[in-house]
């Protein structure tokens, strides 16, 4: 049974470590601890390493842009708050975390760095391939978009009989490589779960809708007890 979380996080403003206080509660709502671990210029990646590794799971939390250069994509001028060392330390502790065989749940950009992590790629920004309605920051405490899962899957559980999420992201997985098989699309076929054993990324943000439904605890409750 899981204990103790590390809950991945970068600098927002650039003075500040900082992250959103739902997946705080929702860790808390579901008997666990988390821990706050920073992951952007200035940690030591192998010090990261190490701390990381002393806990039971890891949670990737939202945030900027990946740079598209980790994903082995050409630079883009459509990518927003990229933070390079954020992306390094991040893809190395999905990587080591899921060598040493503990769970990892990646919400939004935390979806986007296990994908990249594990040789998947990102559609750097959605509109301009002609997929609009993603961004709807306005409403992020509310579902907008409907979500449709493979059955017995993880992102099925993760659903937990909703249908309906939040949206607010401008770049998703487009190929989920080799070890992640995708799980769940939008109603235009944006790809909004992927998964394998012991990993899974959300391309929405349950902590956020929480107050409108708390069956969205269930990707917290996986984390704990997978």
């Not at 601890?33 to 030591?44: E, F, H, I, R």
């Not at 390493?49 to 806990?55: E, I, N, S």
């Not at 979806?111 to 391939?129: H, N």
Request: aromatic share 4%; net charge negative.
């Amino acid at each position: 049974m899981t204990r103790t979380v590390a809950v991945l996080v970068g600098r927002e403003p650039d003075v500040r470590y900082s992250v959103h206080r739902g997946y705080v509660d929702a860790l808390n709502a579901v008997g666990v601890s988390a821990v706050l671990v920073p992951t952007s210029d200035g940690v030591d990646v192998e010090r990261c390493l190490d701390v990381v590794a002393r806990f039971d799971a890891v949670l990737a939390s939202g945030g900027g842009d990946i740079d598209p250069s980790v994903y082995g994509a050409a630079a883009s001028h459509v990518v927003e708050g990229v933070d390079r060392h954020r992306d390094n330390i991040e893809t190395a502790v999905v990587v080591a975390t899921r060598e040493r065989g503990a769970p990892v749940l990646g919400i939004c950009r935390g979806s986007q760095v296990v994908a990249a992590a594990l040789g998947g790629t990102l559609v750097a920004d959605l509109p301009t391939v002609g997929f609009d309605g993603h961004w709807e920051e306005a409403r992020q405490f509310e579902p907008v978009h409907t979500v449709t899962a493979d059955v017995t899957t993880l992102a099925s559980a993760a659903l937990a009989g909703t249908s309906m999420v939040n949206s607010i992201h401008h770049q998703a997985v487009a190929d989920p490589g080799p070890e992640l098989v995708a799980t769940a699309w939008s109603c235009d076929g944006v790809i909004e779960a992927v998964e394998a054993d012991g990993v899974l990324g959300v391309q929405w943000h349950p902590e956020r809708l929480l107050d409108h439904d708390r069956r969205h605890l269930a990707p917290f409750k996986w984390l704990v007890t997978a």
